[in-house]
Every structure is written in C-alpha cells, then in structure tokens.
C-alpha cells in the first residue's frame, strides 16, 4: 500500500470523493513528509499547516454530507512564492518582500480555492523568479531532491523539488525564460508552460510581463493536465487575458499519437548540449517514431539571436516592473535618519534586492536608455517577431516540436552562480517559447549519472491539448516518471 | 546611433545607469558589475547581425489591442488593509521621505 503522500493528484481526489481517504489523514501525511524532506531539500519559504488541515476537515465534511465539491477537493497543491495569497506571506524569496503579506488571492489561487484545492505552502525560487538555479533566494538555495549537491533548477525549484520529493502531487510555478520547465526537467517531473494569455497573470508579482505565465507541475501528466484545467480561463482583472472558453486538457490524453509529425529543430541538439542529454533525448524521439509518429530534422535559423533577445526583453521589463518597490506601500524600508526621497529609495533598494536583481535592473535601465533603445531593445523586438515567424513556419509542416529542455544536466551549487553570462546560456532552449508565446512542456526522459533529463515538446499557441497529448503518450509508454529520488 | 556600437561601458556608466536606476551599488559591486555587463552587453550585441530591414517590432505576442471595460466602479480594499503593509504610516496615510 502506497503512503497517501505517493498517491497522484487524480488518484487522491477519487479516493476522497469516494471517501476511501480522508483529506485529513491525506494532509497528515503530506505534512509528516514534509518534515521529514525539508532538512534536505529546502523546497518551501512558508508552511500553512494548520489553515491546511483545517480546510482538509471542511472538505472532509463537506464530502460526508454530499455537499458539492470541486475536482480538487481536499488535494494539497504548493504555490510559487510570486503568486500571491490572501493572508499568507507572499516573498518573492526577496528580503524586499520578506515580510509581505497581501490583501488578496491571486486569480489562479481563488481558482485552486474553487475547486476545492488545500495550499500547503509558499515555495523557494529565485529572487523575483530572476534565476535558473534557486540558489538567489535571500531564504537560501532549494537542493535537488536527486543529488542534494546538485542544483534543482530555476526559478521555481521549490515547487519542482516539493512534487519530487512528495512534499505536494501538484505545484504552480511562473515560467518567463523556462522557470517551469528547467526546475521539471532537473527535478524529473512534469511542467507546462502554457501560451501567453491562456492563464491569468492577476496577482503574479510581475517581472518581465510579455514573457510570463503561471503554469503547473506535477508528477504525472494526467495530473498536470488536471491542474491545467482548473487555473486556466478568461480573466477580465488581467488585460492579457485571452478570451476563450475553458476546456478538459484531460480529454485527449490516451488517445494515440499515430500520424503526428514531429519536428526535431537541429539547433535543439547541437553545440553546447551534452552528450548524455543528446542520447537521451533522441531514444526519446526513436519512442515517439515507434508509437507512430513521423519525426523530421528542420532548421530554425533565428535561434541563435533567441538568447540575446529574450535577455535584453526581459531586463527591459524588469526594470521596468520592478521601480515600484519603493518602499512606501509595502516593501523594505530601513530605519534611518531619513534624507530625500531619491536618496532612501536607492539605498532601500540596494538593501532589499540581490545582486542579480539589481544587475537586470541597471542592465535593463541601460538598455532603454536614450541612444542605446534602438541598438537593444528595438532591435530585440524585431528579432523576436523573426523568431515568431521562424515557429510560426515550423508549425505549419508540424504538429509539436521537440528537443531538450536543458542543455545540460543539473550542474553543482555554486557552479556557475558568479559567471552570470554562463548562467543565462543554460536557458537557450527554453526562451524561445516565451519569446513567440508558444505553450512548451517538459516530462522525464532519461537519467545520466543518477541526474535527470527532461523532454521538451513545443506545440503551436493555444494547442496544449497537442502537447500534453504527445507528453502522456511518451510517458506511459515509458518508465522515467515512476523512478524515485532516494530521500 | 550606430556610434555606440561595440563600445565598451565604463566604470562611470555603471554608476550613472546605476543613479538613472535608482539603486545604489557598493565600490566593489562597480567593479564586478562592468566587467560583468561588458560580456554581457559583448554578448547582446550577437543581434546587430540579424537582419531586421522592415521588420516591426513584437510587444507583446497575443493580437490583442487596446482591451477596454466599463468604467464601473468596484469593491476596493478597505483602509487598514490597504496601509497593512506600509513600512511607515501615519493615521490614514502612507509616510513617505521628503519629496521636495
């Protein structure tokens, strides 16, 4: 008999509903494995165990007296430390934040507390989700639960480690440059990012606007596809909110893949990508070919401008975004002999934020400057229209695209956190589909050296059905998601 | 202003970047900081090769413009938990440092 904590998120809300399981016995357990991984792993900021339990003991009762109650009922889920929460603290993992506490639920929150989903807690990410390691948390790094020596990926390792380590089934994350999917891949666990617009960016603290989405992860992609469908839908509070009905991404899955054609970029696997990823990644495009799929090589010629694009977009947003803390409505402020204004705003911000923040801050304030605007930033956006007509192309000779998600495989903490231009080379192969908008996933596919590799699977805007549809065939016709970490 | 191609930022750049910015940085973060944007900036100007002749420019990647609503007024916060998270306050208000 499997522990309630190593149950799915699918397998869970059934067997509550059914009343085979009680939430509360189900959060006890959760809770008893928390304890017992987080000395490891360091995968929350903040636990809300007791308003936890209590909204398990609602659930249970409600159940018991056949009340209606939602697909989520009485089934913890972990949330990014970005996204806010009514009531319970909401840090970014920034000392700036550090003792923030908002007055309202994030629309994705309020979705979760509508189909009756039990927050267990706040994850650690990188400060202000600038990071593709977690370790510029100002809460200290999250370890990979695979190799605790390792990092666990980035920004929202806290919630990729949480599902790996069975600290929650499900977690949401924010991904702006690949922030979902490289914590899944280094984690081996499952994260979407959806397409631009397809999920509300209400009450996601911002950082670089035109980028972002907040997506889920989860252990499997039936749960994943679960997830998906509960926080997606139109919101009228987030002006990028997409207009269009909300779906079952659940319908699909199980349906066969035969006749899908399978585009396989070269630039994916070429220069810079290890060995080990290589192999694993093309064992996992054979398995695609052999459950009927028709794989072919293609060319995306813009990809090597994608990197550069997407960092100069995105420092531009962040400064941008990112002048609002100043320490009036909310916000560090230190106690001082107050001077000026201009003088205690960038002394408190010099104080509140990390040196990777303050770096994209000053380099995005750079690259919006007068006489360096047109080189950087205009530039940029028109190599990111390039970029989408690059896709845009590609997807109309192909159903998905698929490659590596990381180049490389989880590297050690402190690795390469002092070489910040290193750093930002790990996420070539996630940017582009923050760039175009376009909805990208990661599953497990493979192990090198008892470390992780993650598949990617791109699909067009809007065609998440596709991708998820491909991720779950390849998942149940593999065995990578039903390894373990060792914790 | 194709004169500020490949020109390296200085030490005073940084610093003036840092003050348009508005966050202070230490003596030795100056340091590490322009080293660090020359690769970076080094780096960036990879896209001065892309050809973007009559290319418009991507804000944002939906096709979305100028989304508007009723203008209705709706429930806000209350007071206290509007000021709940000021550092400083005073009866009603957000204390702010000398502005003038």
Redesign the interface.
């Known amino acids: 008999m499997p522990k309630p904590y190593e149950l799915s998120a699918t397998e869970a809300a059934t067997k509550i509903k059914s009343q085979e399981l009680m939430s509360e016995e189900y959060l006890h357990s959760i809770f008893e494995r928390i304890k017992e991984a987080e000395g490891k792993v360091h995968a929350f900021v903040t636990l809300v165990e007791e308003k936890a339990l209590a909204k398990a003991k609602e659930t249970d009762n409600n159940i018991r007296k056949r009340r209606k109650t939602g697909v989520l009922a009485g089934v913890p889920v972990a949330v990014k430390d970005n996204i806010c929460t009514r009531g319970v603290l909401t840090t970014c993992s920034s000392r700036m934040l550090r003792d923030y506490v908002p007055p309202y639920d994030a629309a994705v929150v309020e979705r979760l507390s509508g189909e009756g989903a039990v927050v267990v807690g706040k994850t650690n990410m990188d400060e202000y989700a600038m990071g593709t390691t977690t370790e510029t948390s100002f809460f200290g790094a999250t370890r990979n639960p695979w190799n605790q020596r390792k990092v666990p990926g980035g920004s929202s390792g806290g919630s990729a480690a949480a599902v790996a380590a069975g600290e929650a089934p499900l977690a949401l994350g924010s991904d702006t440059g690949g922030s979902i999917r490289c914590p899944a891949s280094y984690c081996s666990v499952a994260g979407l990012k959806p397409t631009y617009g397809l999920i509300s960016r209400y009450g996601l603290i911002s950082y670089g606007n035109s980028l972002e989405q907040i997506g889920p992860l989860a252990g499997n992609v039936q749960d994943l596809a679960l997830l998906l469908s509960v926080i997606s839908g139109h919101d009228g509070r987030d002006s990028t909110s997409a207009d269009l009905p909300t779906k079952d991404y659940t319908a699909l899955l199980g349906k066969g893949i035969k006749g899908l054609r399978v585009g396989v970029p070269q630039e994916f696997l070429g220069e810079g990508v290890e060995e080990g990823v290589k192999d694993s990644v093309w064992k996992a495009i054979k398995k695609l070919e052999s459950l009927g799929c028709a794989y072919e090589e293609l060319s995306i010629p813009s990809m090597g401008y994608a990197l550069a694009a997407y960092y100069i977009v995105a420092m531009s947003e962040a400064s941008s975004n990112l002048a609002r803390y100043d320490g009036l409505r909310y916000g560090f402020r230190e106690e001082r002999d107050e001077g000026d204004w201009a003088t205690v705003y960038a002394a408190d911000r010099k104080e509140g934020f990390g040196t990777e923040v303050r770096r994209r801050i000053i380099l995005g304030t750079y690259a919006l400057s007068a006489g360096y605007y047109d080189q950087y930033y205009l530039k940029a956006l028109k190599v990111r229209t390039i970029l989408r007509r690059d896709f845009e192309k590609a997807f109309r000779s192909f159903d998905v695209l698929v490659g590596p998600t990381m180049p490389l495989l989880p590297f050690s903490l402190g690795e390469k956190i002092d070489d910040p231009l290193t750093l930002y080379m790990c996420d070539i192969l996630t940017v582009p589909a923050n760039l175009t908008g376009c909805p990208a996933v990661s599953v497990p596919c493979g192990f090198r050296d008892g470390l992780p590799i993650g598949l990617q699977i791109m699909g067009k805007p809007f065609d998440e059905e596709k991708i998820l549809q491909v991720a779950h065939a390849f998942e149940q016709n593999t065995e990578h998601h039903l390894r373990k970490p060792n914790i | 202003?194709g004169t500020?191609?490949n020109k390296r930022?200085s030490r005073e750049?940084?610093e003036h970047?840092?003050?348009?910015?508005?966050?202070?940085?230490?003596e030795e973060?100056k340091d590490a900081?322009t080293e660090?944007?020359n690769?970076?900036?080094g780096?960036?100007?990879?896209?001065?090769?892309?050809d973007?002749e009559g290319?418009?420019?991507?804000?944002?990647?939906?096709d979305?413009v100028n989304?508007q609503?009723l203008d209705e007024v709706g429930e806000s916060?209350p007071k206290d938990?509007?000021l709940?998270?000021?550092?400083?306050k005073e009866e009603r208000f957000?204390?702010?440092?000398?502005?003038v």
């Open positions: 202003m500020n191609k930022i750049e940084v970047v840092a003050w348009l910015a508005h966050v202070n940085v230490s973060e900081f660090q944007f690769k970076i900036l780096f960036f100007r990879k896209i001065d090769e892309a973007t290319v418009p420019p991507t804000y944002q990647v939906l979305l989304v609503r916060l938990e509007s709940r998270n000021a550092p400083r957000f204390k702010s440092p000398r502005i």
